[in-house]
């Protein structure tokens, strides 16, 4: 169009003009779905690969800490219920990592990403499980910070992202409430397993927080997410949310939130916290957490201890692909 602005694309993808920019930001403000075969604007592609392949990462990784506890669970149904909610957390990886591949990023190359260090995952899974209540905390804090942050995400103006999250979301909601019965129980028992919740609650609470993201005047990708309704609430608002319904919850447990500034503000009708450390986060997110260094071992050793199933699996396909052309001659 005459006098219309370019926008070079990132990676020297395409011309961008401003009227393509707008006819895109005009279906978002509509609230359509935005579908793989579509145009859309190279930035919004990239963020979308960024945010859904850390997404999947992070389901993977998450899978570790739990793993810890397969060959401890107290009892045989525990080991069961526990088992089923981490073969869960892989399933969302694939499903993500499906979505991501929609985008034009091949799963070999988000994998290479992750285990250079190139990609990030959810800092939470860089903390330990130390006692039998962690696996209870984690269901109970980090898949309801999950739910928290990714119910809204049932509504992203992706179309494939979206609808994988809403599988996703009605399994997170079960693993949040067999996280909180492990809780309850715990709780509810010996004055030792009590100490366990308490400690557990004690190491997870902060971790959960940060699972939402720095504040929102730190967060660089917020604005525009929200603006191509990738995202639908900010950081600071989910953490909010998330605090609000939680803080009943430990009451109800008997529990204390190791926060000795939390207060509830009857004006505003939400709890107010204490500052949040920003500087074990950035630490964290750079790699230097407890676990970050077994974590990205755990996940190269499986990657090559799995050469041989990829590899015997590309050959059956190839077989398939020359049995099928040898018929159609
Ligand atoms: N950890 O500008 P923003 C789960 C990065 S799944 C690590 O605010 P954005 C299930 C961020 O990527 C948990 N990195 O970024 C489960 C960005 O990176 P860049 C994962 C973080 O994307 C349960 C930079 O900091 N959930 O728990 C973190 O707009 C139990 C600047 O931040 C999702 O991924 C963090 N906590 O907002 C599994 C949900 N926070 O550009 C097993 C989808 C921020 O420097 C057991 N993701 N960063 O490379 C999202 O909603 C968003 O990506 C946010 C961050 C909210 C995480």
Redesign the pocket.
């Known amino acids: 169009m005459a006098g219309d602005k370019t926008t070079a694309a990132p990676d020297g993808v395409a011309q961008e003009t401003d009227e393509m920019l707008a006819a895109f930001q005009a279906r978002i403000d509509a609230d359509e779905r935005i579908e793989p075969d579509e145009w859309m604007p190279a930035q919004y592609r990239k963020?979308l690969i960024?945010?859904?392949s850390?997404?999947a990462h992070?389901?993977i990784?998450?899978?570790l800490?739990?793993g810890n506890w397969v060959t401890r669970a107290p009892t045989l149904q525990a080991k069961a219920i526990l088992l089923a909610?981490?073969q869960d957390?892989g399933g969302?990886g694939l499903y993500l990592y499906a979505a991501a591949e929609t985008l034009g990023i091949s799963r070999a190359e988000m994998i290479d990403q992750l285990l250079s260090g190139a990609?990030?995952?959810?800092?939470?899974?860089n903390y330990p499980t130390l006692n039998w209540a962690d696996i209870g905390a984690?269901?109970w804090l980090?898949?309801g910070?999950?739910i928290m942050?990714?119910v809204p995400?049932c509504r992203c103006s992706y179309g494939p992202y979206a609808r994988a999250m809403i599988r996703?979301c009605k399994e997170?909601s079960f693993?949040q409430r067999q996280g909180y019965e492990i809780m309850v129980k715990m709780a509810q028992g010996t004055p030792e397993q009590k100490r366990m919740a308490q400690d557990a609650l004690n190491r997870f609470w902060w971790p959960a927080l940060?699972?939402?993201?720095?504040s929102d005047k730190?967060?660089?990708?917020?604005a525009q997410?929200m603006k191509w309704g990738?995202?639908r609430v900010s950081?600071d608002e989910?953490r909010q949310k998330f605090i609000d319904v939680t803080v009943p919850q430990a009451e109800y447990l008997g529990l204390s939130i190791p926060d000795d500034q939390l207060e509830w503000d009857e004006e505003s009708g939400h709890y107010r916290h204490g500052p949040i450390d920003w500087d074990e986060?950035r630490r964290?997110?750079s790699g230097d957490g407890i676990c970050n260094r077994e974590r990205m071992e755990a996940r190269r050793n499986a990657h090559e201890n799995g050469a041989w199933v990829r590899e015997a699996a590309l050959a059956y396909a190839e077989k398939r692909r020359q049995r099928a052309a040898q018929a159609a001659e």
């Open positions: 963020t960024r945010q859904i850390q997404h992070s389901e990784v998450g899978m800490p739990e909610k981490i957390e969302h990609a990030k995952y959810s800092t939470i899974f984690i269901g980090v898949d910070a999950a942050n990714q995400l996703i997170e693993h940060m699972m939402f993201g720095p730190d967060s660089k990708h917020s997410s990738i995202k950081n989910l986060f964290v997110v």
